[in-house]
Every structure is written in C-alpha cells, then in structure tokens.
C-alpha cells in the first residue's frame, strides 16, 4: 500500500505543480506585459519548464503504477492486467479518457516549455508576453481537467483484487501502431496551441501585421505534418485491425481529426498570400482559430462520451467542461478580430483570378466548404437528438457523395495553381506553362483506361492526378535545374513534394474504393480453391490459448506460397470478440483475408472472407512522401532573402519571394 500511496500522491503534487505554474505563470506574465516590468516577463520562461516538469512527474508516476498495477487507483483497475502485453501495457495510459487528457497535458506543457525556450531571450517582448500568456491559460485549463473531473490518480474501489482486472480494450493491445498513433496526432492537435496563441496576442496588441507570421510558421508546419501523419496511421490501424477492408469510414471520431487538418491545410496555403501581399489577415486569423476550435471540438466529440464509437470514450462532467472551453475560445476570438477590425483590413486586392493569389483563395473556399459538409454530417445527430430526442445517422453514403466533386475540383486547383505567377496571368503563360502538364494528365487516363477503369468520377480523379502531378514534377524539374539537388529544399517545393504525397494517396484511394473485389469463400483442408486469379489453401485450423486469450487460427496457403493467418480472438476477461485480419501486402493490389465467426479449432472446413484491393501500400508510401515534402518546406530555400532587421513591430517582417520560375517561360 506504500507504493501504491506514492503513486497517487507523487502523481497528483505534480498535476498540481503544473496547474500553480500556469497559473502563476499566466498572472505574473500578464501583469508584467502590462505593467512593462522586464523582470517580470524574464520569469515567464521559466514557469514554462516548471510546467513541464510537474506533468512529466505525473506521467512518470502513472506508467510506474501501470507497471506496478497499483489497484489502488481507479484509472489501474480500469486499464491494468497483468494479461496485458508489456509493449501495450505502456500505450495503456493513453486507452482511455483520464490518461489521454495526461498525455494531452504533457504534450501541451511540453510545446509551452519549447516556446518557453526559444523565445526566453525575448520574453520582455509584448507580443511573446501575451502569447505566452495564452499558452498559460491553456495548460492551466488542462491541467484542470487533469486534476479534477479527469483525474488519472483517484482512489478505486476498495477491495479490487487482480483476478477483477480486464486491461484496456481488446482493439487497444492487439497492434504496435497504439504505440505510435495516439502521441503522433496529439502533436498535431496540440502544436496548433502555438499558432494560436501568437494570433491571440497579434490582436491583443494590435500588431496584427505579417510579423507573427514568420514567428509561428515551422511551428503551424510541423503541427501539420504531425497531424497528418497521425491521421494516416489512423487509416492504417483502422485497416490492419478491425477487419473491414477499409481505411476510412467517415467515423465520428475519424472525422473530428480530420476538421482541424483541413482548416490546418487552408492556413497554410493562404498564409502565403498575407506574407506576399498583406491580403486574407482576417481570413488567416479565422482559419487559425477555427483549427485550434476544432481540436477542443474534437477532444469534446471523442472525449465526453456523446459519441459511441471504437475510438470514443468518456464519462461524468468532462464533456460540459471541453463544450465551455469550446464556446469561449470561439467567443473570445471572435471578439477581438471585431474589435481589431480596422487594423486588419487588407492593404490590397487580388488583382486577377488568374493569379497566385486567386488561385490561393479558391483553395481556400473549397477547404471552407469540406469542413462545413465533414462538420455538419458529424453534428448533425447530436444536433437532432438535443432538440428531438431521436437517434439519426449520417452515413459513409452523405460524405462520399459531396467529398468526391470537392476532391475533384482541389486535384484541379492543385494542378493549375502552381504554375500561376503572382499578381496576374496572361492566356499565353498558362498555355505555355500547362502544356507539358496536361500532356501528363492525358497519359495517366489513357492508362487508366487501358488497366480496365470505369466510371467518370474515378477517371475524373486519375486523369487529374496525373496533371497535378505533372504540374508539380515540372515545378520540381525547373528547381533541380536552376539549383541542383538543393533546390527541392524550401517552402515551395517542399510543398510541391507534399503535393505529391497527396496525389499518390488520392489516385490509391479512388482505386482501393473503386475497384475493391470481394468474396465469401469456402474451403476445405488441403482442397485448392480459385478465385480472383489467386489460389487459397486452407492448412487447417487451430486452437490457442493462454491465460489473456482463447485464439481460432486459421492457415491459409495463398498462391501456393506464404501462409497467411486470419483469426478470431476471444479474450477472457472481457468477453469480448475480435476478428483480425491477415494481409497480403504488393505494389499493386493487397489480399485481405479475414476468418468467419464461428470457426471451430480442428475443423476440416471453414470459411473465410477475401478482399482483392488495388494500390492500397501506395497510401502509405504517399504519407511518407508527404512527411519528407513538409521536413523540406521547414527550412528556406536558397532563392529567399532574409530580413535584416526588425520592424517596428519587434518581429522580423517577411522579405519578398521571387516567382518560381521567369515570366516568359
């Protein structure tokens, strides 16, 4: 009981730890930005490391009460087994709602300490005071919530004995992927924290110029590629795991991560405008506040039980806290771009749709419009059962039919904006600049066409792949040329690789969806059976079992080869059943194989169900082009001029960028 004592007390002294060091922290910096004692503001940095340090202690203290199964607290009779995998037993802190808000703690107090850090010679400036502040609040709000409604260290039940433990969920220790997903996507989550406070203080001061921009752009970049990485090695858990063939469903909670990345991709693309021209200040501000909303938004969704779903969990008083701190960063924010209006208008205008800019904004309207569709089928239900008190649905059906014109339509954007010039476009430059480009777009139908796809909407989408990316290889080819290698490095063709990234993974999509063939297929020991120009065996059927789990395997011999092992899994404390797949994985088609329930150890003959699914490793090998494209767009290309003073902001104004490539060409 000592150990078990210590755990919960050392636990809960740094949980408090932090919440006084964002408080103290928020006040002290807040007093010093406006009383403008520098002294003061030096301080701020360091209530940052002590921030970190009392949640780090925290987390320190739940994975030594995880290790330990201290069953005296409440969050270890939930999720603690000895059963559980050691590899799992680590990711079990993040398998429900008291440990997940730990870890967004944790790494919210870690982005706050590295703000800390990286501005603690600046700390006396206002603009790093106010954000710092924002910072504060924030990780006070957490901690709050950490430290009383989601409390990892309460006391449990007493008597709790082992032989009443169940371990997290089934679906949560079965793949290594729980290790990575989880943490990744918080990054991304939480990283907007940083963006966002900086736009905060921008308009608190008033210095709502191109200044703060330079300030948070590889912090908004990096968050991004987190959250996109996150979001695919979703897809790929939901894939290698719950056994319907599938990478994306349009689930709730899938689609609360999805929000924030698509307004998070709108920023980043109409940033560029407001650092060129000083355009879109309103609409850059909006899109940041609207990231950072719709990550409290989606903590709420997946956080406060409303939504019933493998990846949703929460209880109690959680959910009426996110929806408060949702409305008032909502109201807040809202309230000061009102309030700095006049500052914010734009010093120009978009002199031609057939420009950069316009192009840049077009995008942007079409971001707007996905997240409205994503937002509006994700609420609606909750929506109607407030005001109706029924249950209603939103299918895969209502996304899929309004996501596909929209993706077409980016494709096309993604394969025309490129080649734009700033300012205004002749028909001549285009034609010239799109010639070899469509040329692209036009080889890729005809393949497409001669490989045997059908339907205007996955030809639409092949044929438009292809001229984006011709559009960015030529935009990549003139860099190489001008630069050599290191011309890829840089923001623009940096993004131009994550352009990329993104075609290869839309072209998979449309092809995995599209052409997907499937089948029930019956076989018997040692019987061959055909079918979709494969060969499946079955080698028998078997029983295994340990003191966790009651395991059904089932040997497949696929193409008089490797033996693949689709299974049922039944695990004992839990009464729970899982099917798991076992994949195939090509160049150009995965087979999926999964074992009908029922499926008796020692069996002569079972059934099992195949799915043929084309281009499904390309998804992945886009994601990593994606990643690779967002580490390039991090550092300055070599044709960007750095500024050698501040402005009378106190932060460095953004120096003009050179079009990609001359007019005439």
């Not at 406006?34 to 940095?45: C, T």
């Not at 000061?336 to 995008?363: C, Q, T, V, Y």
Request: charged share 15%; aromatic share 10%.
């Amino acid at each position: 009981m000592l150990a078990a004592s210590l755990n919960g007390a050392v636990g809960r002294a740094g949980l408090m730890l932090t919440l006084v060091a964002a408080t103290c922290g928020a006040l002290g910096t807040a007093y010093g930005v406006r009383a403008g004692d520098r002294r003061v503001l030096r301080w701020a940095p360091r209530y940052t490391f002590l921030g970190l340090a009392g949640v780090v202690l925290a987390v320190v203290m739940m994975q030594r009460a995880l290790i330990t199964r201290d069953y005296s607290l409440a969050y270890i009779q939930q999720v603690g087994s000895r059963s559980t995998p050691r590899l799992y037993n680590v990711a079990a802190m993040w398998s429900a709602l008291e440990g997940s808000i730990l870890l967004w703690v944790v790494v919210l107090a870690g982005f706050a300490a590295a703000v800390g850090w990286r501005f603690r010679n600046r700390a006396d400036d206002v603009l790093v005071g106010w954000a710092l502040v924002v910072m504060f609040v924030v990780l006070g709000a957490f901690a709050l919530l950490s430290f009383g409604p989601a409390d990892p260290f309460a006391n449990g039940a007493p008597g709790f004995t082992e032989a009443m433990s169940r371990g997290p969920n089934p679906l949560l220790q079965n793949h290594v992927l729980v290790l990575f997903h989880p943490p990744i996507l918080y990054l991304g989550y939480v990283g907007f924290t940083v963006p966002f406070a900086f736009a905060i203080a921008a308009l608190v001061t008033g210095r709502v110029g191109e200044g703060w921009l330079l300030e948070t752009r590889r912090w908004a970049l990096f968050s991004w590629g987190f959250l996109t990485i996150g979001v695919l090695l979703g897809g790929w858990w939901s894939y290698e795991v719950l056994g319907w063939s599938g990478v994306w469903a349009w689930d709730p909670v899938e689609n609360a991560s999805f929000l924030p990345w698509l307004t998070a991709t709108a920023y980043l693309h109409s940033v560029l405008v407001q650092e060129r021209r000083g355009m879109l200040r309103v609409w850059n501000l909006s899109l940041l506040v609207a990231t950072f909303a719709l990550t409290i938004l989606g903590t709420f969704l997946t956080r406060s039980g409303v939504l019933s779903s493998v990846h949703a969990f929460g209880n109690g008083p959680v959910g009426t806290y996110l929806l408060v701190m949702f409305g008032l960063i909502v109201a807040v924010s809202l309230g000061l771009i009102a309030w700095r209006g006049d500052r914010l208008r734009s010093p120009g205008a978009i002199d031609s749709p057939l420009s950069r800019e316009g192009a840049f904004l077009a995008n942007n309207v079409v971001f707007a419009v996905f997240a409205f569709v994503v937002l509006l089928g994700t609420i609606f239900p909750l929506l109607v059962e407030a005001l109706q008190d029924r249950r209603t649905v939103v299918g895969a059906p209502y996304f899929d039919r309004l996501s596909s014109p929209i993706g077409l339509v980016l494709l096309f954007l993604m394969a025309v904006a490129p080649v734009l010039p700033w300012r205004k476009a002749s028909t001549e430059l285009l034609r010239d600049r799109l010639f070899w480009p469509a040329w692209f777009g036009a080889a890729a139908l005809a393949v497409a066409v001669l490989l045997g796809a059908t339907g205007w909407a996955s030809l639409a989408a092949f044929a438009l792949g292809g001229w984006a990316a011709g559009s960015a290889l030529r935009q990549l080819g003139l860099a190489a040329r001008r630069n050599g290698w290191r011309g890829l490095v840089g923001r623009a063709n940096g993004g131009m690789i994550v352009h990329l990234g993104v075609i290869v993974i839309a072209v998979a999509l449309v092809a995995s969806n599209s052409y997907t063939r499937s089948a029930t297929i019956t076989l018997d020991v040692g019987q061959p059976v055909e079918w979709g120009g494969h060969t499946f065996e079955l080698q028998g059927v078997r029983e295994v079992v340990d003191d966790r789990s009651q395991v059904v395997v089932a040997d497949v011999r696929l193409d008089g080869g490797t033996v693949y092992r689709p299974k049922n899994t039944k695990y004992l404390r839990l009464g729970q059943d899982i099917s798991t797949p076992s994949v195939r994985t090509g160049v150009v088609d995965d087979v999926y194989l999964t074992l009908e329930r029922g499926a008796t150890a020692g069996a002569e003959r079972t059934t099992i169900r195949v799915f043929v699914k084309p281009l499904v490793l390309w998804l992945w090998i886009g994601g990593a082009v994606m990643a690779i494209g967002t580490l390039l767009a991090a550092f300055p290309g070599r044709r960007r001029r750095r500024p050698t003073a501040p402005t009378n902001e106190g932060l460095a104004e953004p120096a003009p960028e050179r079009d990609e490539e001359p007019v005439h060409v």
